[in-house]
């Protein structure tokens, strides 16, 4: 099949170059319509469940509400992983799947599970939110200026969001900051001392509209004759609940644009920040529009690296064929299939339907280095068969069909050892699928080339060339000068060449604890985090005031391009931050993107040690970088998950564990969610006493609602704006127990609580995990060593010597269960492909023993990749295996052309030594070509100077280290190990 394409391809020369034409044509049309993002597009198996339970607490939650829908959900369906908090007013539970399940199914048969199940009165409907790499922000705006922001939300409302809204491909977009209302604080100890209830105060508030807030303070109060001022303050500011925003020190609102999942992310990013610059100029110039976060910026760079060091490591590539060549001509033939084949392939992946992404286009830049090999082999043997003088088709016919078979065998073994990556679960399996592809698309499209179009374009090289170098050859190249004393040394030495392989193979695996493993490299903007935790119970001035204070300290110190500040709790992605995260008022969040020459880590180091001082009762933390959010994404991360029948248990479990873990060098900001506690009011209704009193039961339950949350109670329209009116929880507003049992209850006639119920101050969690449907508490922590594998086995080890409480169980997740899942699956993938590339040559050489003697090339890789690892300071983490995985394919090509012609030697009647030597110095030159033209044009790339090289430095280093020594170790062990075999067979065979 292959030599009837050669043949066709030779004798059309022309409709074949037309046809080469209209692939290019297509492909490079193809190009224009891929969608471009960040990472292949991933479904995660995650689904949330949110239920509101207002006015509840959180252990209320906890039992009413999480319990239920936590058994709802098990019964639903299997599950990896069930996690949930329970907070005042609200269950938050994220129920985790293995990858590939259906999520629309599992969604589906959550719903008809919850359908039967019968919440408390008050509680609303659960609601499901999947995971999706869409919920997170494509582009990220601020409004900021002198003026309120109240006002700066309106200009945002009503000049900004409709016609980002316009821009095709938006999803939403979402104002977050400038809410205010009028919040209703009331003084407890002078109600009590007037004999007014909270909800007498609620119905005189209710019974007007309000223009200003004067009218608000004189409202009256009926049965008395105080106003509104004389037992509470009124003042306008954040609403309850929402979040202060400030950029780069001023007021602001943020605005936040979600795509469609379909829509090309850059292409979208790119109108919007475009459009948001037309908006600019319609915007006073007390405002402005500043764009905080673009993702499609960050993709542009760092693809644009890709696309940099793909096309330099092209022309390095070509530099190596013509330093062997020394024909301009050749080298310029064997040239085109790189360009071709890379095009061929992004053609592959459009009808795929596979994106342009880091890691699709990481596969084709390395791809580059190995499209190159078939054209070499091909072009090589063919300029042979012309320098013995036969003419251009008889010479690309021949000189084909002797090299078709070992290098579709090559290319084949090559391209099936991606295969058991179809079968690889999990985060690995979806990150780098498209990647495998990528370059089986690629690969496929070389060997292609490499049979039909460098055939065909061979009859243009030049004659001159042509007698040039055979007249060179007859004199032998100095490394064939040099390679044949060596082969037959080797020959002569065999137990000693085997030992000394041996031994190198067996000190690069000694390696392995220097240098160290990792999971994934970070890939983000260069970006500084700073997390404000202020006591529990600050209000949300005071830690806007610490984040000033820290603001201020970023303004005058870092080398900053944006800093964007959130105090308090956003309503965006589900109670997030689009940067940073959400909290309560007493947390707050700072982002700062650095200036583009700025160095993260010590801009981060700098800035760590300069807020150390501002700390007092708060915490301030600073992280470098922003690892990605989702699961499966982390790269740094500890996470230890304990659980048990009780949460005192658990918790001394979690003290128990952090003592141990506190003295380990590569640990930082260890921290745990242990069920924190703070003195609440507790109110526990005596049904007699209500009777007794002519209370209603119903309508105190609904009081005490009113206590605990606070309520909307009327509205006030302030030149032109429209504020609510709410009144704050009057229980946090509760100083004492004394206070607490003289609080008046009560709409006409009040009583003191202490009549009716028992009352008292007890410590209350402020929130209540759970993991597996059981308690639960989590440790967090950073890590801050290279070699993140070593840390994490000296974590297990702490917790391992540890005697904790019957019934108390330990798992690790974060980065540790992603290398423990993600290395077994890579392992096992290697395994395999190793198993099916051996397959593939028993089939292509109709022989056992020929593709085992092939194999051996495999473990004299390991030297090179390793000890390249080592040289370059890079840990061993999913990239290099992946390296490792490619390896399996690439080192196996030139063991298979050097024996495949050994064997075509040998039945022309020459001795297995005499094969071995004639093989071996024929085979040399396109070998050493493979080999230096693939490391040429990787070697960009193991550099890793570009933001998106990152993962491909490390996958580039293990493939450069290894093709290096199993090039030139195949050279002589490959023939060691042939001739062993072949003294064995003639010694079977004669008896």
Do not use: C
């Amino acid at each position: 099949m292959m030599n009837f394409l050669t043949r066709l391809s030779v004798r059309n020369r022309w409709l074949t170059l037309i046809l080469t034409t209209l692939v290019i044509l297509a492909s490079i049309l193809a190009i224009g319509n891929m969608k471009m993002e960040l990472i292949p597009d991933i479904e995660f198996p995650i689904i949330s469940v949110v239920t509101v339970y207002p006015g509840a607490p959180p252990a209320l939650v906890a039992d009413e509400i999480t319990v239920p829908v936590e058994s709802a959900i098990a019964e639903a369906g299997d599950f990896k992983e069930i996690t949930s908090t329970s907070s005042r007013n609200v269950s938050f539970i994220m129920v985790q799947y293995d990858f590939g399940t259906d999520m629309d199914e599992v969604a589906s048969e959550i719903s008809q599970s919850l359908a039967g199940l019968t919440l408390p009165t008050g509680a609303q409907p659960p609601q499901f939110f999947p995971m999706s790499m869409d919920i997170m922000p494509l582009v990220a705006l601020s409004l900021a200026g002198d003026i309120s922001t109240v006002e700066l939300r309106g200009i945002a409302i009503s000049q900004v969001v409709p016609r980002l809204e316009a821009v095709e491909g938006v999803y939403a977009v979402e104002v977050i900051g400038g809410e205010e209302q009028v919040i209703i604080a009331l003084d407890i100890g002078r109600m009590n001392q007037a004999g007014i209830s909270p909800s007498q105060v609620a119905g005189a508030l209710g019974a007007y509209q309000y223009s200003s807030l004067d009218e608000i303070e004189n409202t009256p109060l009926a049965m008395s004759q105080l106003t509104v001022k004389d037992i509470a303050g009124v003042a306008l500011g954040p609403a309850l609940g929402t979040a202060i925003t400030n950029t780069n020190g001023q007021p602001s609102v943020s605005i936040v644009v979600t795509k469609d999942p379909e829509a090309n992310m850059v292409e979208v990013a790119n109108a919007v920040v475009a459009e948001a610059e037309s908006i600019k100029e319609i915007l006073g110039n007390n405002v402005e529009l500043i764009t905080v976060l673009d993702q499609s910026d960050f993709i542009e760079r760092a693809i644009g690296d890709l696309y940099r060091e793909a096309i330099i490591g092209a022309i390095l590539a070509v530099v190596a064929i013509f330093l062997f060549l020394l024909a301009f001509r050749a080298s310029l033939v064997t040239a085109i299939s790189i360009p071709l084949s890379v095009l061929i392939g992004f053609l592959a992946m459009w009808l795929w339907g596979i994106t342009i992404n880091l890691l699709t286009l990481t596969a084709m830049a390395l791809a580059v280095g190995r499209v190159v090999d078939d054209a070499i082999v091909v072009l090589e043997v063919i300029y042979r068969h012309l320098k013995r003088g036969e003419g251009f088709k008889e010479a690309a016919i021949n000189g084909a069909r002797e090299v078709a078979t070992p290098i579709t065998s090559a290319t084949i073994a090559t391209v099936v050892v991606f295969i058991p990556l179809a079968l690889v679960g999990g985060m690995v399996g979806e990150l780098f699928l498209p990647f495998a592809l990528t370059v089986i698309f690629a690969l496929l499209a070389s060997l292609l080339v490499a049979l039909t179009v460098v055939p065909a374009l061979s009859g243009f090289i030049s004659p001159k060339e042509i007698k040039k170098e055979a007249e060179a050859e007859s004199r032998g190249t100095w490394y064939q000068r040099a390679y044949k004393p060596v082969l037959k040394w080797a020959l002569g030495h065999r137990a000693i060449t085997l030992l000394i392989t041996a031994a190198l193979v067996t000190g690069s695996f000694a390696l392995l604890p220097i240098i160290g493993t990792s999971f994934l490299p970070t890939t983000s903007e260069k970006m500084v985090m700073v997390e404000i935790e202020m006591p529990l119970g600050t209000d949300l001035e005071t830690t806007a005031e610490m984040a000033g204070q820290v603001e201020r300290v970023i303004a005058d110190s870092l080398s900053w391009k944006i800093y964007e500040t959130t105090v308090g709790t956003s309503t965006a992605f589900g109670g997030f931050s689009p940067m940073g995260g959400g909290g309560g008022s007493n947390s707050a969040f700072i982002m700062v993107i650095l200036q583009s020459d700025a160095d993260l880590e010590t801009e981060a180091a700098l800035l760590q040690g300069l807020v150390q001082p501002l700390e007092g009762e708060g915490k301030i933390t600073v992280s470098a970088g922003m690892e990605g959010g989702m699961p499966g994404m982390s790269s740094s991360s500890l996470v230890i998950t304990i659980t048990g029948q009780d949460s005192q248990s658990v918790a001394g479990a979690a003290d128990e564990i952090i003592t141990a873990l506190e003295d380990i060098s590569g640990l930082a900001d260890i921290e745990s969610d242990v069920i924190r506690a703070i003195p609440q009011p507790q109110i526990q209704l005596d049904p007699v006493s209500v009777m007794e009193h002519g209370l209603d039961l119903g309508e105190l339950n609904m009081e005490l609602g009113l206590l605990m949350t606070g309520a909307p109670v009327s509205q006030l329209n302030l030149n032109g704006d429209v504020y609510e009116v709410f009144m704050a929880p009057p229980m946090q507003q509760v100083g004492s127990l004394e206070q607490l049992r003289e609080m008046r209850i009560g709409l006409t006639d009040t009583v003191a609580l202490s009549d009716i119920a028992a009352v008292s101050f007890e410590l209350e969690s402020t929130q209540i995990h759970r993991a597996d449907q059981k308690p639960a508490v989590q440790i967090t922590a950073a890590i801050t060593e290279k070699d993140v594998g070593a840390v994490n086995l000296e974590v297990e080890d702490r917790i391992n010597a540890l005697s904790l409480a019957p019934g108390v169980g330990i798992s690790m997740g974060g980065v540790f269960e992603d290398m423990t899942e993600g290395f077994g699956q890579m392992g096992i993938a290697i395994i395999v492909a190793i198993f099916i590339a051996y397959l593939v040559l028993v089939v292509t050489f109709r022989s056992f023993l020929n593709p085992f003697i092939i194999m051996f090339s495999l473990p004299v890789a390991t030297i090179g990749a390793l000890l390249g690892l080592l040289i370059t300071g890079h840990t061993l983490g999913i990239s290099a295996l992946m390296g490792l995985l490619m390896l399996v394919g690439i080192v196996l090509t030139n063991a298979i052309v050097l024996i495949a012609l050994v064997d075509q030697l040998r039945r022309k009647g020459l001795s297995a030594y005499d094969a071995l030597i004639e093989g071996g110095n024929i085979r040399l030159r396109p070998i050493l070509m493979t080999m230096t033209a693939t490391s040429f044009a990787m070697f960009p790339l193991a550099l890793g100077f570009g933001e998106g090289t990152v993962i491909a430095a490390e996958l580039a280093t293990v493939v450069i280290g290894g093709l290096f020594t199993s090039t030139l170790l195949t050279l002589v062990v490959v023939p060691v190990i042939y001739s062993l075999f072949d003294g064995l067979r003639r010694r079977v065979a004669r008896g």
